[in-house]
């Protein structure tokens, strides 16, 4: 505890306002500083990037990256002693002749239909390396987990994604021949949530749609989160494999089951989302990895709307597009992007509350005297058939330029996540990376509170100051897409 109040910001409460017409008001509650390199080195965890990754519970707030497992409550202080991803997956059962391989792409979310978290991370063997996949005990995240581990893929499972409903628990990969080797195509596994809540959590019944083709299925798919009763299906959203103007659209029919089913694909034409550069930093370089056009982030399903937000190009810079999709029809209801001339803008995240508030968590970064890539959000408005967002609300400036590896392109991290607070429906909380000192990466967890009956004053914005003690010696390869 004592090395976390070196580093730590304080939590503050201070109000802000969004530009834009029928935007809720918004203040800025609980905002500290998570892990950092520096807390996970004197752990004797070397990793870099983070892969920043967090959901939040009743009473809990759980940060989940490359190298570490952190509790806090909600008022940002740590609740449990720092754990590494190594030691979470071996308390809750996996054997460490698994994790020995080393593990990464940590993902986990909240389930309030069972009140459970859920988590996974892939092992790194060369070749048919092991999904992992824990449930908690209790609403609890402090009372232990149960896991299990299945085969990802004969070859490499890579950039796993997992969600849940109220039937199943989804997890999606793209495929390699190896973990050096070509690309393979795409999996996406079904497993009967019923089954991993047992006392011992199962994966007999689960369905594994292996090795998809790309130009039929898309790249890197998603399966939505969705937080209601059932549907009767999982929905999943992807890229389209051959269109940067195409979304592919299919459901899991019976994911409750053994013997769970694909639908058709629907092709959906949205405006094109080609690759963005790198992004741009204040000594004049474009190196940070922006990662590419892939829907990085959770896909929500709300209302019977999807919401997902990933990159792409803007008049030569790193943009965000956020698309809405009527979930029943597979019809565009509405989309649009975030970008500047002047800055970067990637790794986005996207969540929305019952009130039809959105809260989009990003990075940002420029060429500019100071613009160093820190962690901010947008705050907006679904009316149904648009969303009006207001400006960029700087929830943590970065610290300095970011060089890890001098002379490549700076691995970034692959996620980030915006949650709604599950027993607060006006209380978003975001979980994203910033560039610390020292060519060092540390990340920012902030709540974000709607006030849906405040009108909305005139412009402005606060900044909130954050600080972090960075160092780094580690490069973990992620796999790019083919």
């Known amino acids: ?40 080195n004197s752990h004797g965890e070397f990793v870099a990037p983070p892969d920043t990754m967090g959901a939040v519970g009743p009473n809990h707030v759980v940060e989940m990256v490359n190298g570490a ?11 449990s002693p720092f754990q590494s991803d190594i030691q979470f997956w071996n308390a809750a059962g996996i054997s460490t002749a698994i994790t020995n391989a080393n593990i990464s792409d940590p993902h986990i979310v909240y389930d309030p239909g069972s ?74 596994f079904s497993m009967p949530k019923a089954d991993l809540l047992l006392s011992t959590p199962s994966v ?29 299906h999982g929905s999943v959203v992807s890229i389209d494999g051959v269109s940067n103007a195409v979304l592919d659209r299919f459901n899991v029919n019976n994911p409750g089951g053994a013997g769970a089913t694909l639908s058709g694909v629907t092709y959906v034409n949205v405006l094109p989302t080609p690759d963005p550069p790198q ?12 990662l590419d056009s892939r829907i990085s982030g959770q896909v929500i399903s709300q209302g019977g709307k999807l919401f997902l937000i ?58 500019s005297a100071g613009d160093f890539a820190g962690a901010f959000a947008r705050v907006g408005k679904f009316n149904g058939t648009s969303i009006v967002f207001g400006t960029d609300i700087t929830l943590q400036p970065g610290l300095d330029n970011y060089h890890l590896i001098s002379g ?26 910033f560039a610390g000192t020292n060519n060092n990466w540390s990340t920012q967890i902030t709540q974000i509170k709607i006030d849906s009956q405040q009108g909305v004053p005139e412009p402005g914005a606060v900044t909130l100051l954050g600080a972090g003690l960075m160092a780094g010696v580690l490069f973990a390869r992620k796999q790019r897409k083919q």
Do not use: C
């Not at 497992?69 to 609740?79: S, T």
């Not at 006006?426 to 979980?431: G, K, L, Q, R, V």
């Open 279 to 290: 992004a741009g930093q204040p000594d004049g370089s474009f190196q940070i990895d922006s």
């Open 204 to 232: 007999a019944n689960k369905t594994g749609f292996e090795n998809l083709n790309v130009n039929t299925y898309g790249f890197t798919l998603q399966a939505a989160l969705n937080r209601g009763g059932s549907i009767g």
């Open 408 to 433: 490549f392109g700076e691995r970034w991290g692959d996620f980030s996540a915006v949650r709604l607070d599950p027993s607060d429906p006006t209380s978003f909380w975001a979980f994203q990376e």
């Open 115 to 188: 009140g459970r978290w859920f988590a996974s991370q892939i092992n790194v063997s060369s070749t048919g390396n092991q999904m992992l996949i824990a449930r908690s005990n209790s609403s609890d995240p402090t009372a232990g987990f149960k896991a299990v581990s299945f085969t990802g893929n004969v070859g490499f499972a890579d950039y796993p994604a997992i969600s849940v409903d109220a039937d199943a628990v989804y997890v999606s990969t793209n495929n390699f021949a190896s973990d050096v080797g070509m690309f393979t195509g795409v999996s996406l």
């Open 1 to 40: 505890m004592a090395l976390l109040s070196r580093w730590r910001t304080a939590s503050l409460t201070l109000l802000f306002v969004s530009l834009g017409a029928g935007v809720s008001a918004q203040t800025i509650g609980t905002n500290f500083t998570g892990v950092t390199f520096s807390l996970e």
């Open 310 to 367: 990933h990159s792409l190009t803007v008049g030569g810079r790193s943009g965000l597009r956020w698309t809405v999709l009527n979930e029943g029809t597979n019809a565009v209801v509405s989309e649009g992007t975030i970008s500047n001339p002047n800055f970067d803008y990637f790794q986005g995240s996207i969540d929305i509350n019952s009130n039809n508030d959105v809260v989009i968590g990003f990075n940002r970064s420029s060429t």
């Open 69 to 79: 497992f952190m509790v806090y409550n909600k008022a940002g202080v740590q609740v």
